[in-house]
């Protein structure tokens, strides 16, 4: 009798198991292992104010300028430096030097030099791919704005190839711009600092060389950055590479409220503002660690797979919007 009864409460035990799964699958939804990599019918772009007559003729003025140091039409890479001079990306130039045209034209001349020998929409998808495997760095879904979602995971760092992990960054800078959809130019960045030790973060050079990028060679670029479960380090790194930080993309660094603080956020650590991601992301664009309704587990084959059919494989020329 007392075997059938284990026998028994073992098969109940199975069934609730059983049951409690498929109740959390009807909760959740089916794991997706494939991004969200289009883009919802329903955005609302942030639309930069028309030009005014001054700032008309300094487009115009730096148009001309840039035409007249521009590679050959039969240099291999004139195509991809044409796709890159357009008027949306003059004017997210002149934006970044505040219509300065003479700090703008050395700073756009910079970068075309930059991409001619950098070449960064041709890096290798194989030469980057061991960087991404663990899912330290991936696109899913977009925001309220039409914005890319770029969520990084410190923890999952993998690597100690700076210039590969400096080139990974790149490569998903220009990725990104590709996910783009009509009439949005920038991004938005979820760094989830969750199970993050000091170990994983990087080097402080690494982050130097990230804002140089970012800020002298991909203006404009960042619509937002939101900062989730950030440990006490991040907020020492923070302070120190601030100073290096321009004020304007300083200020599109957003700390995400910690539900599971209940309301006990540090939030005097810094002056940035606090939010909760719910009010910038629809839900269906959100992955359910961060409080959306998308299930989502990385997958490199997948993921891999779903990125370089959306952005090319190996690499796709564009007209940088």
Known sequence: ????????????????????????????????????????????????????????AK?????TYINSIMLPEEHEYHASEKGFVTDGTLKRYLR???WDYEASKN???????????????????????????????????????GRPIWIMRPRLQNSKDTERQVKHIVFCLERGIRLMPAKVENIAIIVDFKDSAYAHNP?????????????????????????????????????????????VTKAKIKFVYDEEKRGKDDTKAVSN?????????????????????FSFTYDIDA???????????????????
Request: proline content about 9%; hydrophobic content about 35%; glycine content about 4%.
């Open 107 to 145: 700073m756009l001349e910079n970068t075309v030099r930059w991409r001619r020998e950098y070449r960064p929409d041709e890096l290798d998808p194989d030469y980057i791919r061991p960087e991404a495997e663990t899912g330290k760095m991936y696109f899913d879904g977009f925001d309220n704005c």
């Open 1 to 56: 009798m007392n075997v059938f009864r284990l026998k028994s409460s073992a098969n109940s035990m199975a069934s609730n198991g059983t049951q409690s799964k498929a109740s959390s699958i009807a909760e959740t939804g089916p794991v997706n292992h494939e991004p969200i990599m289009t883009p919802p019918t329903d955005y609302s772009p942030v639309q930069a104010p028309p030009l005014d007559e001054s700032q008309q």
């Open 303 to 321: 993921y891999w797979n779903a990125l370089l059919k959306h952005t090319g494989k190996p690499y796709k020329i564009i007209d940088y919007m």
């Open 96 to 98: 970044a030097r505040k």
């Open 59 to 63: 487009l115009e003025k730096l148009r």
């Open 273 to 293: 503002e606090w939010v909760h991601l719910k009010d910038y992301v629809p839900p269906n664009m959100l992955e359910r660690e961060y409080g959306g309704n």
């Open 203 to 247: 080097s402080i050079a690494t982050c130097k060389k990230f804002l140089d990028i970012l800020s002298n060679h991909y203006p404009e670029r960042l619509g937002v950055a939101f900062v989730v479960k950030s440990p006490w380090f991040f907020f020492t790194t923070f302070k120190i590479i601030s100073p290096f930080i321009d004020p």
